[in-house]
């Protein structure tokens, strides 16, 4: 049976979009909380649904809304919140469990009505197994791609929520930009992804230059990103870090654990070059080649250029 | 100071045995803690260097009560190590966990700081400290890449999605940190010969007076995703032309 009233959240406009469509297809009312500026809840009450906002000025720090946007949403009662996966989110989410008692699914790998509630599959061990749950309500964060975005038919609504938002024990001292480029690893057709084996920061050069001959993006395994620093930390893909699926992967000197798989299966193909012919990767691509990547990626660029 | 770091005891999950029917059995898998909890046990060992006591605190099976893993949290900078032992908890949900760690927490008394990793090496659902926090009625803040002690708390930088917050933060509180935050220690054989001389406290649910947590959600069973089928043609070096012309043809028909 269909639930009867879902809340969605997200700290942008941006993935209102998705969750107001996953929403809508599981409640029979969907409300969107919106946290910031009359503007972004125009901007959300163009996709169809009820806005709820707390206006709240630039300066403040987002996180002393949560008491605000908890009783709020608490005293909605609704069997289905949806939250747009972000850090800040995580905490909020743990939160409104708590006062709700309501249980969270983190980044849930499906989510569909059931009879008693609603059903979720949970990925353990970075994708090495999976499990489904039943509850009730659910408190599900829901990272990109899992709904197909809702498009914008206008005729929602704004209402403002009446609360003060006041400063709690936690003082925000400052703030700034994380100097990160920004990349949208998941809208590319071509990711070239690379892992230790790839051997040196000359090496990952080579290797973005031909994803950019591509016209691709550049991705690594996470020891890349946060053992070895090679590259920014918004390139890694698997548990925790960025989940693609386009035309080609393209994994250069990866070893195929599978809490990196678990970032690429969607991929329409994989194609690997490793020098270890047992290298478990090889169990998982369409296309492979067991080489050394220093000898092979002169050659690459000058084959796929 | 007087600080609680939390850690989780695992199945390392590379021994699993996969069954047709995709079921996993773990009971075959080694026990290990967490590796993101290492990273707590260590933020915590590094405020305590100073004349600080810290704890490191579990909840789980009789998985928790295992020797040789007791003894390695122990020679990682703690001052002792108390574990929530119950049958029932092995399996426990971040809720369930965060209400008995909570539990324990009080119990242990007048704890300033509690530390907890940016998720379990399991579920990875980033939420027992959050919850901990709000069981306790505790500031808290996720994300931490930097902890300095100042005269009233901490100052602590966040490192979020696309901005870098410094806060101030009153103690008593609970921290998640994340695993840039340090490189957690290799214990040296002085700390390895130490651990063994330092206390390990077992409580179980009703020395906490917790009720057995009811689980929030029902659980199917734990089974191995569905692997996609795919073509599998690896070449060896000396067959690099068909691999490139089989690669060009993918990349020129499908990708551009």
């Known amino acids: ?305 | 100071m007087k600080i609680v770091a939390c850690f989780k005891v695992v199945r390392d999950e590379r021994d699993l045995v996969v069954a047709p029917d995709r079921t996993v059995t773990l009971d075959a898998c080694g026990l290990r803690v967490g590796d993101y909890d290492l990273n707590a046990i260590e933020a915590g060992a590094q405020l305590a260097a100073d004349g600080g006591e810290l704890v490191a605190l579990t909840v789980g099976g009789e998985e928790v009560r295992d020797s040789k893993l007791r003894k390695g949290v122990l020679s990682r900078g703690v001052s002792g190590l108390t574990a929530v032992v119950d049958p029932s908890l092995t399996t426990a949900d971040a809720g369930a966990t965060a209400e008995v760690l909570a539990a324990a927490v009080g119990r242990l008394d007048g704890v300033d700081l509690v530390v907890c990793g940016e998720g379990s090496a399991d579920r990875y659902a980033q939420q027992v400290g959050a919850q901990v926090a709000a069981r306790l009625g505790l500031p808290y803040l996720n994300e931490i890449s930097k902890i300095e002690v100042s005269a009233d708390g901490l100052v602590v930088e966040r490192t979020l999605d696309g901005v870098v917050e410094t806060l101030a933060v009153p103690l008593p509180a609970v921290l998640s940190v994340t695993s840039g935050l340090n490189s957690p220690r290799i214990p040296t054989m002085k700390d390895i010969l130490g651990a063994g001389k330092k206390p390990a406290t077992d409580w179980s649910l009703a020395d906490l007076g917790v009720a057995l947590p009811v689980p929030a959600a029902a659980a199917g069973p734990e089974r191995a995703p569905e692997s996609r089928q795919r073509a599998g043609a690896v070449y060896e070096a000396a067959q690099q032309q068909e691999f490139f012309d089989a690669l060009r043809r993918l990349i020129g028909k499908d990708a551009k």
């Open chain 1, 1 to 305: 049976m269909k639930a009867k009233r879902a809340v969605v959240y997200g700290e942008s406009v941006g993935g209102y979009a998705e969750l107001c469509a996953g929403a809508s297809a599981l409640a029979e009312e969907v409300i969107a909380m919106v946290v910031g500026s009359a503007d972004q809840a125009s901007a959300v009450a163009e996709l169809g649904v009820a806005v709820r906002l707390l206006e709240i000025s630039e300066d403040v720090w987002l996180d002393d809304c949560w008491p605000a946007l908890i009783e709020e949403i608490t005293a909605l009662q609704p069997e289905l919140v949806l939250l747009r996966a972000g850090k800040r989110v995580r905490a909020l989410a743990g939160r409104l469990s708590v006062a709700t008692g309501v249980p969270v699914a983190s980044d849930v790998a499906s989510l569909a009505e059931a009879e008693a509630g609603f059903e979720f599959g949970l990925v353990r061990y970075g994708g090495a197994t999976e499990q489904a749950s039943v509850a009730p309500s659910v408190i599900a964060i829901v990272g990109p791609g899992l709904f197909a975005p809702a498009a914008p038919v206008g005729g929602g609504s704004v209402t403002t929520i009446d609360a003060a938002v006041a400063s709690g024990p936690i003082r925000l001292l400052s703030r700034a930009p994380l100097a990160e480029e920004s990349v949208d690893l998941g809208v590319a057709e071509v990711v070239v992804g690379v892992g230790r084996g790839i051997g040196s920061v000359e090496n990952v050069a080579r290797a973005a230059e031909l994803a950019r001959k591509l016209g691709g993006e550049l991705a690594c395994s996470r020891p890349i990103a946060e053992g070895l620093g090679w590259l920014p930390k918004n390139r890694y893909l698997g548990v925790s870090g960025a989940v693609i699926s386009p035309k080609v992967y393209l994994a250069l000197g990866i070893s195929g654990q599978v809490q990196h798989l678990v970032g690429v299966n969607g991929s329409k193909a994989i194609v690997a070059i490793n020098k270890d012919k047992n290298a478990p990767i090889f169990g998982h691509c369409d296309l492979g080649l067991v080489a050394d990547l220093e000898a092979m990626l002169p050659e690459l660029l000058d084959k796929l250029a």
